[in-house]
C-alpha cells in the first residue's frame, strides 16, 4: 500500500548517507560498549546499552524503508520489514557462529555487518534484475536494511542475554521463543514508520520519530524477556529506559501529526446503531 513519499527515495531533510553513518557506528558501538562493561565490571547491568544501540540501526532501517518504498511496492511496506529481519537472523547467526569457530568471539558483531552487506545487496540485485521490481535504490535500500535488520537483532539479543556468546544467544534467545518477540517488535520499529505516515504528506522527520517511539516499545519488550533470563536489575532497568523512550518520542510524534494536519478536531460519540 506504497502511495505516499515522492519517487526517487522520498525527499529527506537527513541525507540516507549520514543516516547509514550514525545507524552502523551508533549500533556497532553501542553493541561493543554493552558487552566490554558487562564483561569488565562482571555484571549484566548495562544489557540495556544493546537495546539503546539497537534504535540506530531502526532509524537507518525505516528510512531504507521510505527510501525504497516511496516508489511503489503494492503491499511491499510490511513484506520489506520482515525481509529486514529474516536476512538480520541469518546474518547475526552467521556471524556469531563464524567468529565463535575462529576463536575472536567480540569480531562477530564485524563478520555479521559484512555478511549482512553483501548479503542484502544480494537480495537487491535478485529483486531488480530477476524479479524486475525495477526501483533505483533497491539493492542500496536491501543492503541497508539487512545490516539494519542484523545490528537490531543483535543488539535486542545482547540485551536479553547480555553476552555476545552465540551459545548463550541461541539458549536464551532463540530456544526460548524470545526471537519471536523481538522479530515481530523489530520489523514493526522499522517497517510500522513509513506505514503509518504514508500519503503525499509524510515527513521524513515525523516517519523517524515514530521509529524511535516503537523502538521504545521494543525495548520493553527485551526487558520483559530480560527479568526471566538476567534477573530484576538488568530487566527493570531496561523496562523503565524503555517506557520513557516510548513516551517521550509518543508526545513528540503527536506534536509532529498536528504540525501536519490540515485540521484536529473532536470526533464526539460515535452515532447510535440502526437496529
Given at each position: 500500500?506504497?502511495?505516499?513519499?515522492?519517487?526517487?527515495?522520498?525527499?529527506?531533510?537527513?541525507?540516507?548517507?549520514?543516516?547509514?553513518?550514525?545507524?552502523l557506528v551508533g549500533s556497532i558501538v553501542g553493541i561493543y560498549l554493552g558487552a566490554i562493561l558487562n564483561s569488565a565490571l562482571n555484571t549484566e547491568v548495562f544489557s540495556f546499552i544493546g537495546a539503546v544501540a539497537a534504535i540506530f540501526a531502526v532509524v537507518m532501517g525505516a528510512n531504507a524503508v521510505r527510501r525504497v518504498c516511496a516508489y511503489g511496492?503494492?503491499?511491499?511496506?510490511?513484506?520489506?520489514?520482515?525481509?529486514?529481519?529474516?536476512m538480520g537472523i541469518?546474518?547475526?547467526m552467521f556471524g556469531l557462529s563464524v567468529a565463535e569457530t575462529m576463536g575472536f568471539g567480540m569480531l562477530g558483531p564485524i563478520?555479521?555487518?559484512?555478511?549482512?552487506?553483501?548479503?542484502?545487496?544480494?537480495?537487491?540485485?535478485?529483486?531488480?534484475?530477476?524479479?524486475?521490481f525495477n526501483i533505483p535504490v533497491m539493492e542500496e535500500g536491501n543492503s541497508d536494511l539487512s545490516m539494519a535488520g542484523a545490528l537490531a537483532i543483535l543488539g535486542w539479543s545482547f540485551a536479553i542475554s547480555?553476552?555476545?556468546?552465540?551459545?548463550?544467544?541461541v539458549k536464551d534467545v532463540l530456544m526460548s521463543g524470545y526471537i519471536a518477540i523481538?522479530?515481530?517488535?523489530?520489523?514493526?520499529?522499522?517497517?510500522?514508520?513509513?506505514?503509518?505516515?504514508?500519503?503525499?504528506?509524510?515527513?521524513?522527520?515525523r516517519t523517524l520519530v515514530n521509529a524511535i517511539m516503537v523502538a521504545g516499545l521494543a525495548m520493553v519488550a527485551t526487558g520483559i524477556a530480560?527479568?526471566?533470563?538476567?534477573?530484576?536489575?538488568?530487566?527493570?532497568?531496561?523496562?523503565?529506559?524503555?517506557?520513557?523512550?516510548?513516551?517521550?518520542?509518543?508526545?513528540?510524534?503527536?506534536?509532529?501529526?498536528?504540525?501536519?494536519?490540515?485540521?484536529?478536531?473532536g470526533t464526539g460519540l460515535l452515532p447510535p446503531t440502526v437496529q
Open positions: 500500500m506504497s502511495l505516499g513519499g515522492a519517487a526517487g527515495g522520498a525527499p529527506s531533510a537527513l541525507d540516507p548517507k549520514k543516516l547509514r553513518m550514525y545507524g511496492i503494492g503491499t511491499g511496506v510490511p513484506s520489506i520489514g520482515m525481509l529486514a529481519l529474516g541469518i546474518a547475526v563478520i555479521t555487518l559484512v555478511y549482512a552487506g553483501v548479503f542484502g545487496y544480494i537480495i537487491g540485485v535478485l529483486a531488480n534484475k530477476v524479479i524486475k547480555g553476552t555476545l556468546g552465540y551459545a548463550d544467544i523481538i522479530f515481530i517488535a523489530g520489523g514493526l520499529a522499522i517497517l510500522h514508520p513509513f506505514n503509518a505516515n504514508l500519503g503525499p504528506d509524510e515527513k521524513q522527520d530480560a527479568l526471566m533470563t538476567q534477573g530484576l536489575a538488568a530487566g527493570l532497568l531496561q523496562l523503565i529506559i524503555g517506557f520513557a523512550l516510548w513516551y517521550y518520542f509518543f508526545k513528540m510524534y503527536y506534536k509532529l501529526v498536528k504540525r501536519d494536519a490540515s485540521a484536529v478536531v
